[in-house]
Nanobody, 121 residues
């Protein structure tokens, strides 16, 4: 499956952005999808993931209550709604698809190219 992440940009602290991860190539509903991010000079870290049906979601503690992951299998797209953004949310955000929910990168077989999110304080 091919993944295309989009929706990043420059936003002021306290603002919102919605990222999209569009999939093509295989049956999208067969895959759980996760969002990860990599800040400058740091390792890539887990942000959120969503089950194949969309019925189960998990979040990193740092984004819980501010970010919401959702999916539309008819459109083969996963979304990450990011509210109350902070400067520490600045990173390149990646979406990834795998066979099950996981916060571990190696459990995901397919990765998008990343989209830059910059939060100015």
């Amino acid at each position: 499956v091919q993944l295309q992440a989009s929706g990043g940009g420059l936003v002021q602290a306290g603002g919102s952005l919605r990222l999209s991860c569009a999939a093509s190539g295989r049956t999208f509903s067969n895959y759980a999808v996760g969002w990860f991010r990599q800040a400058p000079g740091k390792d890539r870290t887990f942000v959120a993931d969503i089950s194949r049906s969309g019925g189960t979601t998990y979040y990193a503690d740092s984004v819980k209550g501010r970010f919401t992951i959702s999916r539309d299998n008819a459109k083969s797209t996963v979304y990450l709604q990011m509210n109350s953004l902070k400067s520490e949310d600045t990173a390149v955000y990646y979406c990834a698809a795998g066979t099950g929910l996981s916060a571990l990168e190696y459990r995901y077989n397919y990765w998008g190219q990343g989209t830059q999110v910059t939060v100015s304080s």
